[in-house]
């Protein structure tokens, strides 16, 4: 139980093109999904937090414009990358809470996403 | 500001032998403790978390202890195997947002 999807896995794009990643809880519904970035060698670092139905929260120094967040659903968040620069490659990594309460993040594979 | 943090950023260990990873954390309002395991080019895998109300868990081959006293926080795991080389993480969550503050990691390498 407990599984996170993330989709694409891997993705090149030009830049100033836009790209979307998908994050899916597959066997439970997510009342919150969490957004990181996470560069070599680096812990991860929380980009925003999102609720179903409501505004995603964004950490000091995360542009909402760059990184549009949408939750739509208990069971779906997606991540756009909007006007993507070289800057932006990194792996992003989404993370889901179980509705029912546990303080527990389970994590998706990730998205890695290269900027040319 | 506060955070948790680890003392070692890579750990040598004999395979079979048992693997201690550390952890210390400044909040002493943290009352929910995880360890993640993550694996090259792969996303944070759960291993185990603890309570601020325990001060030990055991799981598969891993055991969890928390000493709040001095807040240290290790992971311990038994009779270590290849397919346990990643970087583990110690997180922290103390607020009602249930965001986790993240430890630096820690590298933990298998020698045959």
């Known amino acids: 139980g407990a599984v996170v999807s993330q989709h694409p896995s891997r993705v090149i794009c030009k830049s100033g093109t836009s790209v979307k990643i998908e994050c899916r809880s597959l066997d439970f519904q997510a009342t919150t999904m969490f957004w990181y970035r996470q560069f070599p060698k680096q812990s991860l670092m929380l980009m925003a937090t999102?609720?179903?139905?409501?505004?995603?929260?964004?950490e000091q120094g995360v542009e909402k414009d760059k990184f549009l967040i949408n939750h739509a659903s208990l069971t779906l968040s997606t991540l756009t990358v909007t006007s993507a620069h070289p800057e932006d490659s990194s792996f992003y990594i989404c993370s889901a809470r179980d509705h029912r309460g546990w303080e527990t993040q389970y994590f998706g594979p990730g998205t890695r996403l290269l900027v040319l | 500001g506060e955070s948790v943090g680890l003392h070692l950023p890579t750990l040598s260990v004999q395979e079979g032998d048992n693997s201690i990873i550390n952890c210390a954390y400044s909040n002493s309002a943290s009352d929910y403790f995880i360890w993640y395991k993550q694996e090259s080019g792969k996303g944070p895998q759960f291993i185990i978390d603890?309570?601020?109300n325990m001060d030990k868990r055991q799981g598969q081959r891993v055991t969890v202890l928390l000493n709040k006293t001095v807040k240290h926080l290790s992971l311990q795991i038994a009779a270590t195997q290849p397919g346990d080389s990643a970087v583990y993480f110690c997180a922290e969550n103390m607020g009602s947002n249930y965001q986790l503050i993240w430890g630096a990691g820690t590298k933990l390498i298998i020698k045959p």
């Open positions: 603890i309570r601020s």
């Open positions: 999102s609720n179903e139905g409501s505004k995603a929260t964004y």
